[in-house]
């Protein structure tokens, strides 16, 4: 059986090149002693678009797309995985709205990254996703982000939006079915040894530093 409270959301975005860019993170409910159903999983992806949907259509670039947000179960670690996890998909389809500036379009390995801390100090509850890649020179000077920039100030604005999910946020996030549910880190080697796997994010926080994600290199030339 799926973890009790316990959901992946994944953001799908493709590039012009075909490169796909995937964001996960997850969420918890701590209330809830069962697996979120497939109508909260499409609440939850639906909710969370209207939230902050155009939020990270403007961090992505006008040279891709941003295609869906899926939500799932997570798997017992536990258990022999012949047990159905739900998932729901969201369709959404929609081209970046970010420019890609004056400048020359850079390598779509350079990006930003975000980080997810939690007040627990072991290495297990740490998290981060690499942001859609910059496409612009004009965004980063040396290894560092400009905040000036535009893909700076889409990506502040990303950080603000997610921010909201945490536990104990000023601003929460909205909706009957999301704002019930936490940023979180979730340490599958903790679940497997039936220790505590759930973390709630405390911060989210943008790295000044840009990564260079070679794994976004593969299938070009």
Sequence with gaps: MPLPGLAQFQLLSVLDSGQHVVNTFHVVKPAQSTPPDLGQL???AFEFNQWIGQTYLNLCSNRSTFTSITTQQVRDPKVIPTDVVLEYEFSIGARGTRPDGSGTVSAQEICGLIQ?????????????NFLPPCLDD?????????????????????????????????TRWTGGELSGWSLCCYSRAAAVQDLPYVANVSKVLASTRLRWLRSRARGTV
């Design 138 to 170: 004009k965004a980063y000077s040396s290894e560092s982000l400009l905040p000036a920039s535009t893909y700076g100030v889409a990506t502040t604005a990303w950080v603000a939006k997610l921010a909201a999910g945490v536990i104990d946020a000023q």
């Design 116 to 128: 997810y801390k939690t007040p627990n100090a072991s290495r297990r509850f740490r998290g981060h």
């Design 42 to 44: 499409g609440a939850l």
